[in-house]
């Protein structure tokens, strides 16, 4: 080692080191003077006792969220299966039904309908007619359950007669019946039913013809 080097080394317990220091020496005294907490052992574990706690709560609430969401699923797709499975209303109860309660005032009309309007609500059905039959003083689409049906009234000698051509839908067979002080004849086609409810039947044959002409035409 040098001369040179030998001025730059710090002596071991040089002030540098903060041996014979008093201020150094003061501070570490105060240091050391700071009192612990008495219960600072008893609030580390306790901390350490709450974390551990809390966190299988966070991990067991997964598996009830997944049976929730399992629960949910099966009611939802029972609800649809029993929508779907739900037995289909009788198509004369359907129209009796609507007859009654939603347009009472239909087969009181005195103004004839426009062959050209049925035959727009026939289209809209999926039937373009050629041509329409006389007497319609009524024509509206009317919903008979879960089906659409071009609703109509047709004014006879023996009084109004209510049509329904419901496509698409097609009962298992013709019938007459009688329901709610209503005549009615239920007619299966091709394409659909045709539907008739009156105080008397007396109009039914030719209507029958009639529109069964018209409609047969149209699938042609």
Not at 47 to 73: D, G, K, M
Not at 157 to 164: D, E, F, S
């Amino acid at each position: 080692m040098s001369s040179h080097d030998n001025h730059n080394v710090i002596a071991f317990g040089a002030p540098h080191d903060g041996a014979d220091d008093p201020a150094f020496e003061a501070r570490l005294l105060r240091a050391m003077q700071v009192e612990v907490p008495h219960d600072l052992v008893e609030s580390i574990l306790l901390r350490q006792t709450t974390e551990a706690r809390h966190a299988p709560r966070v991990r067991a609430a997964s598996p009830v969220w997944r049976i929730a969401a399992v629960f949910a699923l099966a009611v939802g797709g029972l609800g649809l299966f029993l929508s779907s499975s739900a037995p289909v209303q009788a198509l004369a109860d359907l129209a009796v039904e609507h007859t009654l309660t939603h347009e009472p005032h239909a087969t009181s009309r005195t103004a004839r309908v426009a062959p050209s309007q049925v035959r727009a609500l026939f289209a809209r059905s999926g039937m373009i007619l050629d041509t329409v039959p006389d007497a319609v003083y009524y024509a509206n689409l009317c919903e008979l359950g879960r089906d659409m049906s071009v609703h109509l009234v047709s004014q006879q000698p023996a009084g109004p007669v209510t049509i329904y051509y419901v496509p698409g839908r097609v009962e298992s067979a013709r019938m007459d019946f009688q329901q709610s002080g209503f005549e009615g004849r239920s007619v299966p086609l091709a394409s659909g039913s045709l539907v008739m409810l009156a105080a008397t039947d007396g109009a039914f044959d030719q209507l029958e013809s009639e529109w069964l002409g018209v409609l047969e035409a149209a699938r042609r």
